[in-house]
């Protein structure tokens, strides 16, 4: 399998999954009888695979290794953080190198400057440099991760449709991803939106910062600070920038 392929497979049907999960989940939440309860238990959810899984892990260790934690927690929450939708590690870590690697220029995979509205509805289609992903694609845990992708979450879904019943499918395994999903789109896309937010510093780019995105995305919202010391596991600058990931890495890191 070239790299190319590994980068390709898990974004292909990012669309169109989104688009139906997204209408099953309203659909579900404007018929049906649903408690306070699901929802809060939807809300936990995006806590296990947005912050334990995307940004404590895939980002801040797995992409930018700016601290060190246990093979345990590596697993489990990359595991978690797969399961939001938005794809396995490998693809996902290759897509935020290229990010950081070219941002804002013609080669960032997601920058509002280059391709507009189209951020909103990504389909990552590039090769990637193989040496800046071989501790993913030396692993066999990673690899079986993102070869069998969509059968591991057919099966998670599987699983919590048989333990919980359709509430339980819908606001344990859907929501997160709805959530996910679309936040995701939104931060990449408003994370370098000048006017959005402010900049600390000034970078080669137009990121910024943005207490509202840094609020859905558990601390990524300090975007601006995060281009300027990519590899500082805490994205807080001031003192007001609350970066819930940055304390829960600084709970679970080894030193
Ligand atoms: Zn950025
Ligand atoms: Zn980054």
Sequence with gaps: MSLKDIVRSNT????PIQLIVTAFVSYYLFTFDYSLMWVVIGLGCYFLTGCLGITVTFHRYLSHHSYKMNKFFEYLFSFLGSMGGTGSTIGWVAVHKQHHHNSDK????????????KVLFPNYKFSMNKWSLRHLITNPFHLYLHEYYFLIMAVWGLLIFSFFGLNGFVFIFCFPIVLQIWISVLSNYANHLPGFGYRNFETHEDSINSSILALLTWGEGWHNNHHKYPSRYSFQYKWWELDISGLIIKAIKKN
């Design 12 to 15: 292909t049907y990012f669309v």
């Design 106 to 117: 013609n080669t960032d995979p997601h920058s509002p400057k280059i391709l507009g509205w």
